[in-house]
């Protein structure tokens, strides 16, 4: 955070249990959310100077913050995999629609993380919620989460801005046989001037086998 200037930090799959809140040396507070159990997979955090915030099981976590010209709302996502169970999606999808629904109407809203996703390039009929600099071709989790934005006025941060594939690509398989755009950034429609870059930052070493997604907003 502090190499890159970074004013907030959502975290993927941290593997910690139970949820809580940390106060770290830099000042920052860190917030996260794990499964209940002594099972160490799953998790998310976030860490950002904070006003609220709710956990929601292991893989959802809402924030709100003070920002400069309006309020920030936060949901760290970490998605369940294309080949997941579907009661599984559903219930996350289901317990992020209703996070959605509370989000303050004038805040700004980013909802990021692991979504396991792939949105693909084409935007037909889909001009409102993605531009057309995604990769490769959408799969299942990436309709959800098209059907996630169509119903919430969100934008496919990932697929405006025109970027080699080394800065939109964030997750590289272990046999290092396949790389896709699967983390994404979503922003309410209504800020999306806001939001001028999201890129992928592949320097940004974090003992993961996902590359860090950068955004510029003001």
Not at 60 to 82: D, H, Q, W
Not at 96 to 109: E, F, G
Not at 131 to 136: F, I, P, Q, V, Y
Request: glycine share 8%.
């Amino acid at each position: 955070m502090d190499n890159y200037k970074i004013d907030f930090l959502g975290i993927s799959e941290t593997r910690w249990t139970g949820a809580g809140r940390m106060q770290l040396a830099n000042g920052q507070t860190l917030l996260y959310t794990g499964r209940q159990d002594n099972h160490h997979s799953e998790g998310i955090g976030i860490v950002k100077k904070l006003m609220e915030w709710k956990p929601v099981g292991s893989r959802l976590l809402g924030a709100r913050f003070n920002s400069k010209y309006t309020k920030l709302s936060i949901v760290s996502c970490y998605a369940p995999t294309e080949d997941a169970e579907e009661e599984d999606k559903d219930i996350f999808y289901d317990q992020l629609q209703h996070i959605l629904q509370n989000v303050p109407a004038h805040d700004m809203l980013l909802v990021i993380g692991d979504f396991n996703a792939k949105v693909g390039n084409e935007n037909t009929g889909k001009e409102q919620i993605m531009g057309e600099n995604g990769c490769r071709i959408m799969n299942e989790n990436g309709k959800q989460i098209c059907e996630l934005c169509e119903e919430n006025n969100l934008v496919v941060g990932g697929t405006l801005f025109q970027h080699k594939d080394i800065h939109k690509l964030t997750w590289t398989s272990p046999d290092g046989s396949t790389i896709n755009q699967i983390d994404h950034i979503l922003i309410n429609r209504k800020w999306r001037s806001s939001l001028h870059d999201v890129k992928a930052r592949r320097s940004a070493d974090v003992a993961s086998d996902h590359s860090s997604d950068w955004t510029h907003i003001t």
